[in-house]
């Protein structure tokens, strides 16, 4: 769901993400100088940065350049949620 959509003066836009127990998400790479900050709002969870899966939990974050395979994963037995902020580097780079 989006939260703040896409902003072109801004270059970013913010999605709150649940994922149901064991749910897997890949992404393909973004354009380059897209950075994205991950923040868990609920449970805990696992992003996938430079080919490592990195844990967080509540109210910790994560920021990384999106311009590489990234993902995001729920291990746990509950639904976690977690607020992705994309923010793209150039006006007139695609979202």
Aim: glycine residues 6%; charged residues 20%.
């Amino acid at each position: 769901m989006s939260l703040f959509p896409f902003d072109a003066q801004l270059n970013f836009e913010i999605f709150v993400i649940e994922l149901l127990p064991a749910c897997e998400h890949l992404s393909p790479p973004h354009k380059a100088g897209v950075i994205e900050h991950v923040v868990v709002v609920e449970g805990e969870m696992e992003v996938l940065v430079n080919g490592e899966w990195q844990h967080l939990r509540k109210g910790e974050g994560l920021r990384f350049n999106a311009n590489q395979p990234h993902g995001y994963r729920n291990t746990t037995s509950s639904i976690i949620c977690f607020h992705d902020m994309i923010h793209y580097s150039q006006p007139d780079m695609s979202h």
